[in-house]
């Protein structure tokens, strides 16, 4: 549990939040959007001393997303840039109408979004309903999912997937109606949001504006993954020793590599490359395309850390052809520099976590287990 004297606290939202940032499921840019709003809003209605808010409302969100998008809907070079990767290539419906309040108020790109508001209250109003209600509808039940698992740890809702936009109209409308708008925060959440603004926020931006390149093929993203990107080192020449090694098995499911034509299967790092840049023999493991695509940049889970704790013992046969690998090859070798990093990462592990096993499946941190492996 969260809770805000708990010194561990702002460790487990923030592992949590990492979580949710790694997920691939999202088409749109929302999640990044309600993120970066949930922590705006925990600061901008801070108490007198200082205190994080406990209940946020949805009509609340609805301004700070606005707000959020308007900047993003300024002209670009080949038009307003997509955020959605959806079927059929259309931009974000929240995006598209922003873009509408933009021309309603004859907006360019200089127009601050409370002129726009001033110059057409009406559109503005309905720019409001359309955006709460989409908030309801799609992000707010489905943005705490890993994997396949809801986890509710950043807020609770009184609403569910199916919510009638009839009951959301009425409420809109008069306030009347059973529809209730909060966002009960958890214990802590708020005061974490705070305490992680300076942390979470560049990564929030960084990784939003990477989604939004990805989507545009702008160049920025081909000098982000140039800068910083684990495909600057050609891993070509280990992926067949390390094959061999594995005796032709995937590290993770277990089941036999096949090469088809055109497809290799990959070469992952078991710690992912976006915690720690880790390049080292010991750090590389071949899988199917389809296992490292599931696994992503999640922690493996205890299971696979004894795997490859048992993979990179000095005292192993796999250590010793790893050494052979080394040699021939030319590759480095940073066993104990690897091993303390994992160390580093696992053994601080909230009690809480949920690491990575197969496909969307994921299990508790094993302290016990992963001490064990680690030792």
């Given at each position: 549990m969260l809770t805000a004297d708990n010194p561990h606290a702002?460790?487990?939202?923030a592992e949590r939040i990492i979580e949710l940032l790694d997920q691939g499921r999202f088409t749109a840019t929302y999640k990044?959007?309600?993120?970066?709003?949930?922590?705006?809003?925990?600061?901008e209605n801070a108490a007198r001393d200082g205190a994080a808010p406990?209940?946020?409302?949805?009509?609340?969100?609805?301004?700070?997303?606005?707000?959020?998008?308007?900047?993003?809907?300024?002209?670009?070079?080949?038009?307003?840039?997509?955020?959605?990767?959806?079927?059929?290539?259309?931009?974000?419906?929240?995006?598209?109408?922003?873009?509408?309040?933009?021309?309603?108020?004859?907006?360019?790109?200089s127009t601050s979004l409370a002129e726009a508001a001033a110059r057409a209250p009406t559109h503005h109003r309905t720019l409001l309903d359309f955006v709460e209600w989409k908030l309801i509808e799609m992000p707010l039940?489905?943005?705490?999912?890993?994997g396949n698992e809801a986890v509710p740890f950043l807020y609770t809702i009184q609403w569910t997937v199916g919510v009638s936009p009839n009951e959301v109209?009425?409420?809109?409308?008069?306030?009347?109606?059973?529809?209730?708008?909060?966002?009960?925060?958890?214990?802590?959440?708020?005061?974490?949001?705070?305490?992680?603004?300076?942390?979470?926020?560049?990564?929030?931006?960084?990784?939003?504006?990477?989604?939004?390149?990805?989507?545009?093929?702008?160049?920025?993203?081909?000098?982000?993954?140039?800068?910083?990107?684990?495909?600057?080192?050609?891993?070509?020449?280990?992926?067949?020793?390390?094959?061999?090694?594995?005796?032709?098995?995937?590290?993770y499911c277990g089941d036999r590599l096949e090469a088809r034509a055109g497809k290799t299967p990959d070469v992952?790092?078991?710690?992912?490359?976006?915690?720690?840049?880790?390049?080292?023999?010991?750090?590389?493991?071949?899988?199917?395309?389809?296992?490292?695509?599931?696994?992503?940049?999640?922690?493996?889970?205890?299971?696979?850390?004894?795997?490859?704790?048992?993979?990179?013992?000095?005292?192993?046969?796999?250590?010793?052809?790893?050494a052979r690998i080394a040699d021939a090859t030319g590759w480095p070798r940073h066993a104990e520099r690897t091993l303390g990093v994992a160390r580093a990462m696992y053994l601080r592990l909230p009690d809480d976590a949920r690491l990575w096993l197969r496909r969307d499946e994921f299990v508790p941190a094993d302290r016990v287990a992963l001490t064990a492996a680690l030792a």
């Open positions: 702002s460790l487990a939202l990044y959007a309600v993120l970066l709003a949930l922590l705006d809003l925990c600061m406990e209940v946020l409302t949805t009509r609340q969100l609805a301004g700070k997303i606005v707000e959020l998008y308007w900047p993003h809907t300024r002209p670009w070079a080949t038009g307003t840039l997509r955020q959605s990767s959806g079927p059929g290539g259309g931009q974000a419906e929240i995006v598209a109408a922003i873009e509408k309040l933009r021309t309603a108020a004859s907006s360019d790109g039940p489905r943005l705490q999912t890993v109209r009425r409420y809109q409308r008069d306030g009347g109606g059973p529809f209730d708008n909060r966002i009960l925060l958890r214990p802590g959440v708020g005061e974490g949001l705070v305490r992680l603004n300076n942390l979470l926020r560049p990564l929030i931006y960084h990784q939003w504006a990477v989604k939004v390149a990805t989507l545009n093929r702008l160049d920025e993203y081909v000098l982000e993954r140039f800068l910083f990107g684990a495909e600057r080192i050609d891993l070509e020449r280990v992926r067949a020793p390390i094959i061999d090694l594995q005796e032709g098995r995937c590290f992952d790092h078991f710690i992912p490359w976006s915690r720690y840049p880790d390049d080292s023999l010991e750090n590389l493991v071949v899988t199917h395309a389809r296992c490292n695509n599931a696994k992503r940049d999640f922690l493996a889970a205890p299971g696979h850390v004894e795997h490859w704790r048992e993979h990179t013992r000095p005292e192993s046969r796999a250590s010793a052809e790893l």
